[in-house]
T-cell receptor
């Protein structure tokens, strides 16, 4: 158990809908990362937050947004869902978010199915 | 062309074999190199990380990085059925903060 929690475990929804994925980092970790894992694209970095502020952005679609709250939990919002958004969404956390190596601990993931 | 290339396998070996997993990359700014293990329906867990070129050993696992060739390897000695998983290489560059770029992952099956 990495100490990172994600809810829900599974989510099934329809095209065009909006969903929110939630992540609680390990106790004391200030940085949260979101990754998407799909069969065709593999594991891809979406976005990073550090102590409430956006720190880095990857190939995140405009339909997707995220935020980190004062208690350091994070939410990933996915809107106008398409079939291709079906994937595993992982949250990871690390102690810091600066420009040095920080081990990232991954949560168990949320499996999103868009029908 | 992807920044990180990794043969997806699957790789099937008998118990006790030495396993070699490899990745190549194109971004010369990468400085940190990691190997993650992912069991089915679980999140990735860090096995080893290496900074810059060189070797690192941890029990049955050895990681090698050759920056001049842009090539990294993970060796598993005396492989066990419990090593059956997907192995993902990952890399990061200081200039990009802590963002990880992953390979596609290699599926490993160790047969007893």
């Amino acid at each position: 158990d990495s100490g990172v929690t994600q809810t829900p475990k599974h989510l099934i929804t329809a095209t065009g809908q909006r969903v929110t994925l939630r992540c609680s980092p390990r106790s004391g970790d200030l940085s949260v990362y979101w990754y998407q894992q799909s069969l065709d694209q593999g594991l891809q970095f979406l976005i990073q937050y550090y102590n409430g502020e956006e720190r880095a952005k990857g190939n995140i679609l405009e339909r997707f947004s995220a935020q980190q709250f004062p208690d350091l939990h994070s939410e990933l919002n996915l809107s106008s869902l398409e079939l291709g958004d079906s994937a595993l969404y992982f949250c990871a956390s690390s102690a810091r978010g600066g420009f040095s190596y920080n081990e990232q601990f991954f949560g168990p993931g949320t499996r999103l199915t868009v029908l | 062309q992807k920044e990180v290339e990794q043969d997806p396998g699957p790789l099937s070996v008998p118990e006790g074999a030495i396993v070699s997993l490899n990745c190549t990359y194109s971004n010369s700014a990468f400085q940190y190199f990691m190997w993650y293990r992912q069991y089915s329906r679980k999140g990735p867990e860090l096995l080893m990380y290496t900074y810059s070129s060189g070797n690192k050993e941890d029990g049955r696992f050895t990681a090698q990085v050759d920056k001049s060739s842009k090539y990294i390897s993970l060796f598993i000695r005396d492989s066990q059925p419990s090593d059956s998983a997907t192995y993902l290489c990952a890399m990061s560059a200081l200039q990009d903060g802590n963002k990880l770029v992953f390979g596609a992952g290699t599926i490993l099956r160790v047969k007893s």
